[in-house]
Nanobody
Framework: QLQLVESGGGLVQPGGSLRLSCAAS????????IGWFRQAPGKEPEWVSC????????DYAVAVKGRFTISRDNAKNTVYLQMNSLKPEDTAVYYC?????????????????WGQGTQVTVSS
């Protein structure tokens, strides 16, 4: 019954920033670990980041560490991904995913819910 909707994607120049949002409906996000995956054309989904149910810890893929920040506002039932210093290789469809287990997973099929995705394009 949990539904996730991503937003905030778009076209940005290299070095620019975007903030993605993942809004939940149908159920609270309080009990879910939330992750972000991205998928470029012809590629498998790539794990980007994850945040605990309380927001107390976060983890990042090496490719984005130091540039991306994941956060959540459980009162708003929303998770965010702040993306700075964007590079062309960040271009992909970004998906928000949710899991009721206690741990992050780097495998897309480990998650129970996902949204429709939002396109991020980094280009001059």
């Amino acid at each position: 019954q949990l539904q996730l909707v991503e937003s905030g994607g778009g076209l940005v120049q290299p070095g620019g920033s975007l903030r993605l949002s993942c809004a939940a409906s149908g159920y609270t996000l309080n009990y879910y670990v939330i992750g972000w995956f991205r998928q470029a054309p012809g590629k498998e989904p790539e794990w980007v980041s994850c945040i605990s149910a309380s927001g107390g810890w976060q983890d990042y893929a090496v490719a984005v560490k130091g540039r991306f920040t994941i956060s959540r506002d459980n009162a708003k039932n929303t998770v965010y991904l702040q993306m700075n210093s964007l590079k062309p290789e960040d271009t992909a469809v970004y998906y928000c995913v949710a899991d009721d287990g206690p741990y992050c997973s780097g495998y897309f099929n480990a998650y129970d819910y996902w949204g429709q995705g939002t396109q991020v394009t980094v280009s001059s």
